[in-house]
């Protein structure tokens, strides 16, 4: 099956800009209730009010200016995700001081009612736009990549052959990796090596795109048991943008198959995790490349996802 199509850029889903300018009003609702109201907050948690109730409506001028930010984020939320960024690693800093605080007596553990209302209900919405942002400003550079035939005839294996020279030659898997330090593309190398000798028996010739340096993969490549099969160092990412292999959303990368496979599975277990090389957001994939064009192409739903490259890709007879 021919899957070459024109690859088009992602929209920001409609909710996150209306999200962002809730997230607006509610901080700069709750900044003016500090300024007008400081020791209120305290009064209702049970605790003694500070004696400098100008401290915390400073606390509520901060909160205010975070409203604003967000309220510029929603304007353009793919090319102002900074803002989103520090909102989101406030939320995540104020938990932590406050179950220190708690931990040793300074605040009652009640008064965190309204740390699960400032902070903890956004870290989901806030991760999921930073990944959207992510996503959508990678698959603008998707559709200004170079067409998939001009970036197959100038990218070279570390042994010297264009991707196109070998696909015209003999039939060229390409198995895109996502990160190396993924418990998954550990997975899928030592598939590949226990798939290999019938892949090449079969006429097909194996490449692992990936995104380190040709000294990265060398040792990776090792490790897994596939030194006899070819590599690209592909740090700019062309190869995957034009294979049209985006940036995974938070369900792809963290779903619960993601999930189940990774700790009930025991995935990790067996083969563990390492340091990131390349955007950790990168979704992986395979594909069998005849004479420049795909034959077949597998394009990961989830990050956990396990291909047979064998059977699903090259079309042999199934391979455990």
């Known amino acids: 099956m021919a899957i070459d199509q024109q690859a088009t850029p992602l929209q920001m889903p409609g909710w996150v800009p209306r999200l962002l300018m809730f997230a607006a009003v509610y901080n700069l609702v709750w ?94 919405p806030f991760i999921s736009i930073l990944l959207h942002a992510a996503r959508v400003s990678d698959s603008r550079l998707a559709v200004t990549e170079s067409p998939l035939d001009e970036v197959l005839r100038r990218t070279r ?23 190396s330090g993924c418990t998954y593309c550990r997975e899928a190398l030592a598939d590949l090596a226990r798939q290999s000798s019938a892949i090449t028996a079969a006429g097909a010739y194996p490449v692992v795109v990936h995104m380190g340096t040709a000294a990265d993969g060398e040792v990776m490549l090792r490790k897994f048991g596939c030194q006899g099969i070819d590599q690209v160092s592909d740090l700019g990412r062309h190869v995957y943008r034009a294979l049209q ?24 277990f067996r083969f563990g995790f390492g340091r990131i ?44």
């Open 31 to 124: 900044g003016a209730f500090v300024i007008l109201f400081p020791t209120l907050p305290f009064r209702l948690a049970g605790m003694v009010p500070p004696n400098y109730p100008a401290l915390v409506q400073g606390l509520g001028m901060i909160v205010g200016v975070y409203g604003i930010g967000y309220a510029l984020a929603a304007r353009d939320p793919v090319t102002q995700w900074p803002l989103v960024l520090v909102g989101l690693i406030g939320k995540l800093l104020g938990p932590i001081g406050f179950v220190y605080a708690a931990s040793i007596g300074e605040f009652p553990w009640v008064s965190g009612l309204t740390i699960v209302a400032n902070d903890l209900v956004w870290w989901l």
């Open 277 to 320: 090389l390349g955007s950790g957001l990168q979704m992986p994939g395979a594909f069998l490349i005849r004479d420049g064009r795909i034959v077949t192409a597998y394009r990961h739903r989830s990050s956990a996802d396990r291909v047979n490259y064998a059977a699903d890709v090259c079309g042999l007879q199934q391979i455990a």
């Open 157 to 179: 294996t570390v042994r010297g052959e264009t991707l196109d020279e070998i696909s015209h030659r003999q039939d060229l898997l390409l198995v895109c990796l996502r990160h």
């Open 245 to 268: 292999l985006r940036l995974g959303t938070l369900a792809e990368l963290a779903g619960w198959t993601t999930i189940w496979r990774t700790l009930f599975a025991g995935t990790i």
